[in-house]
């Protein structure tokens, strides 16, 4: 049996189903090799969409995941489908970017994450939300909230 069957994973090596609306459901983890010290992982996905609620009309962003990882780490293929099923989905950009970060910290239980949306103008104003989160009680907490006060785009 090959490693990633052994940890479950099922999008990695596999013909690529889309789903046709939001699917958290696709997302998979994998063991942190590393649990000895942090670091950063960062994603970086230039051509999200999603749908505007109230028009339908497709809103097109950047999203930006940074986390220190816990015990278990997101598959990337699970990650690029899991935002690929935002495409037919009528969300406010904020709504998004909350959502992807919730989701990521259910999955992961991640020491710190944040999720960041830059996105494209629609009538002259572009919307950036951002979202983190730290380990409550750790020193991860502590570092979303100073992370968060000092925001700056």
Request: some cysteine; aromatic content about 14%.
């Amino acid at each position: 049996m090959k490693k990633r069957e052994q940890e479950g994973l099922e999008a990695l090596g596999r013909k690529t189903e889309y789903a046709t609306d939001y699917a958290p459901y696709v997302l998979e983890t994998f063991e942190n090799r590393h649990l000895d010290n942090d670091y950063w992982v960062t994603f970086n996905c230039p051509e999200f969409t999603s749908l505007c609620p109230i028009t339908g009309q497709p809103d097109f962003a950047e999203i930006r995941i940074a986390y220190l990882p816990g015990e278990r780490m997101v598959e990337s293929k699970s990650l690029k489908l899991y935002l690929f099923s935002f495409r037919n989905h009528g969300d406010f950009h904020e709504d998004c970017v909350n959502t992807i970060m919730k989701d990521l910290v259910r999955l992961m239980n991640p020491k710190y994450i944040e999720v960041t949306g830059l996105f494209t103008p629609r009538g002259g104003i572009s919307i950036h939300p951002y979202a983190n989160y730290g380990r409550p009680g750790t020193k991860y907490e502590k570092m979303a909230a100073y992370r968060l006060r000092q925001h700056a785009l």
